[in-house]
C-alpha cells in the first residue's frame, strides 16, 4: 500500500514539477520572441525611426524589456534626446543614441556579434525615398485641396449672396 501511495504521490509531484517548467520555459520563450520582434521592426525600419510601426516598436520596450536596465537606460536616453527641447542636441546625436538603443536590444536577446559598425549601415535606394517624398508631397496636396474645399463652401454659407451661383 505504501509503495502505491509512494508512486501516486511521484507521478502527482512530477506532473506538477513538468508543468510549472513547462509554463516557465513557455513564458521566457513568448518574452525572447517578443523582444525579437522589436529589434526585427527596429531594424527594419532604422532608416526611418518616426514610421508608426517603429513608433509602435518604441513604445513597448519598457514592457517587453522590463527585465534589462541597460535597455531601458538606453531607451531614456534615445527618448530623452527626441523629445527635450535642447537646442544642442544635434540630428546625429538622436541618430546615436537611436543606434545604442540597437546595439543594446542586441545584446539582452543574444545576438552579441551584432555591434554598432553593423546596425549603423542599412540599405535605402533613392527610388525609396523619391517615393516616400512623392507620396508625402501629394498627401500635402491633398490636404490644401481639402482645407481650401472646406473654407469655400463655409464662405458659401456665410454669404447669402452666393447662395444662388
Not at 543606434?99 to 525609396?128: F, T, V
Request: proline share 2%.
Amino acid at each position: 500500500m505504501n509503495d502505491i501511495i509512494t508512486i501516486l504521490v511521484s507521478a502527482i509531484l512530477s506532473g506538477i514539477f513538468a508543468t510549472i517548467i513547462t509554463l516557465l520555459w513557455q513564458s521566457k520563450s513568448q518574452t525572447k520572441q517578443k523582444k525579437i520582434n522589436i529589434f526585427t521592426i527596429l531594424m527594419s525600419k532604422r532608416y526611418d525611426i518616426s514610421s508608426e510601426e517603429c513608433v509602435n516598436a518604441l513604445n513597448m520596450i519598457d514592457i517587453v524589456f522590463y527585465d534589462s536596465a541597460k535597455v531601458r537606460t538606453a531607451w531614456k536616453n534615445f527618448n530623452d534626446a527626441t523629445t527635450l527641447q535642447n537646442p544642442n542636441i544635434r540630428p546625429q546625436e538622436i541618430r546615436d543614441k537611436h543606434l545604442k538603443l540597437l546595439e543594446m536590444i542586441a545584446d539582452d536577446i543574444g545576438y552579441k556579434n551584432i555591434k554598432w559598425e553593423d546596425i549603423k549601415q542599412y540599405y535605402y535606394p533613392k527610388s525609396l525615398s523619391d517615393k516616400m517624398k512623392d507620396e508625402e508631397t501629394l498627401r500635402r496636396v491633398q490636404i490644401g485641396i481639402g482645407i481650401a474645399q472646406i473654407q469655400k463652401e463655409d464662405k458659401n454659407e456665410k454669404d447669402p449672396i452666393n447662395i444662388y451661383k
